[in-house]
């Protein structure tokens, strides 16, 4: 199974720690989304963005951490990209727009740097969290 990680999980140590058996598949661009904050990482459609993401290879024991990580069913949901590339959508009442604590952006970013994908993205949506608080 492929899993897109737009947030923490882009980060290697992390990802090493949660799900040892996860192979990166390397950085690229999801057309059509936009990365948000509401205090942790969610991402909205936007037809005039791209949303950064690592591709993993996971295996069913990562799943099952990653569920429990992501709060899953409850904080966040399962979703399929085309069918086959899973990615995790926050729930529900989704919330207002939050600024993300300084260590959770800084996994994030390292994510970023690891595999070579534009900040932009990243400081856009950081931006965009301080101006609505």
């Known amino acids: 199974m492929y899993y897109l990680a737009y947030g923490m999980n882009m980060n290697r140590a ?18 059509n989304y936009r990365l948000i904050f509401r205090g942790v990482a969610d991402f909205r459609a936007d037809r005039d963005c791209m949303l950064p993401v690592v591709a993993w290879k996971i295996t069913h024991d990562c799943l099952r951490a990653l569920d429990r990580l992501e709060g899953y069913p409850t ?8 069918g ?3 990615i995790y959508d926050m729930n529900g009442n989704k919330g207002g727009i939050g600024r ?7 996994m994030i970013k390292d994510g970023y740097d690891a595999f070579g994908l534009d ?15």
């Open 14 to 31: 992390a990802m090493r720690q949660r799900c040892p058996k996860a192979k990166p598949m390397g950085g690229f661009y999801l057309p």
């Open 75 to 82: 904080l966040y949901d399962r979703r399929f990209i085309n």
């Open 84 to 86: 086959e590339w899973l």
């Open 100 to 106: 993300p604590s300084a260590h959770y952006y800084e």
């Open 119 to 133: 900040d932009y993205f990243l400081r856009s949506a950081l931006r965009d969290a301080e101006l609505a608080a």
